[in-house]
């Protein structure tokens, strides 16, 4: 038994040093086709994993990856090796919100179509179309893909915040456009009594103050 295991590792030391002297470590190869979209090239990194004893361990660092780059068939295929969409990353965010932060519909589609859960919350309580609202990217991919798979557009955070609020309070307008023109309500309350015209003026956002004016809102 001893000596089949020395064996056994003996052949997998002259295996990895093979492929290490060919080129580069097969986790930066596998990494490398998960960003490129490569499914094919992805699938014999992964058999390398399998041949070494390993799994897809490191499949929710693989899912940010192919998030980060909008590879939403990638995405897909990671979920079918056993990657868990529900798990947290690197952000602290689940796959679906951290697609939505980072406007990549394509892929948030892909989590969606996997049975992502439109509803997930953040440690703070916060929606994947929360995470739209007040996203640095100020785009509105996400949030239309979200709002179409039927999103609720009203949702509120452990505050109490609909994702309006959190549009005003990022100066996000594009999405905030979006949000009013599919029937958000401009004169929601959070849990304190704010409405979205309020978090504008404070957050010193004139022209989310400009567009919630013309749609009636009200302090």
Not at 57 to 82: E, Y
Not at 128 to 134: G, S, T, V, Y
Not at 187 to 212: F, Q
């Amino acid at each position: 038994m001893r000596l089949q295991l020395l064996v056994t590792l003996a052949a997998v030391v002259a295996a990895a040093g093979i492929f290490i002297a060919k080129g580069p470590p097969p986790e930066e190869t596998f990494m490398k086709a998960v960003a490129d979209g490569d499914i094919v090239q992805a699938t014999r990194g992964l058999q390398w994993y399998y041949h070494l004893g390993f799994r897809i361990t490191s499949g929710r660092l693989a899912l940010s990856m192919a998030i980060g780059h909008d590879r939403g068939a990638m995405v897909t295929w990671l979920i079918g090796q056993g990657a868990d969409p529900q798990s947290l990353g690197q952000e602290g965010l689940m796959a679906l919100s951290e697609a939505a932060y980072y406007d990549r519909p394509t892929a948030a589609a892909a989590l969606v179509e996997a049975g992502a859960d439109l509803h997930e919350r953040s440690r703070a309580g916060l929606t994947p179309l929360h995470q739209c609202a007040k996203s640095e990217w100020r785009r509105r991919g996400g949030a239309v893909m979200l709002l179409d798979a039927g999103a609720d557009i009203d949702g509120r955070c452990s505050l109490g915040s609909t994702p309006l609020h959190w549009a005003a309070a990022y100066g996000n307008r594009d999405v905030a456009e979006l949000l009013i023109a599919r029937g958000a309500d401009v004169n929601a309350r959070n849990k304190s009594g704010t409405r979205p015209l309020t978090v504008a003026r404070m957050r010193g956002e004139p022209d989310m103050i400009d567009l919630l004016c013309k749609h009636g809102a009200t302090e």
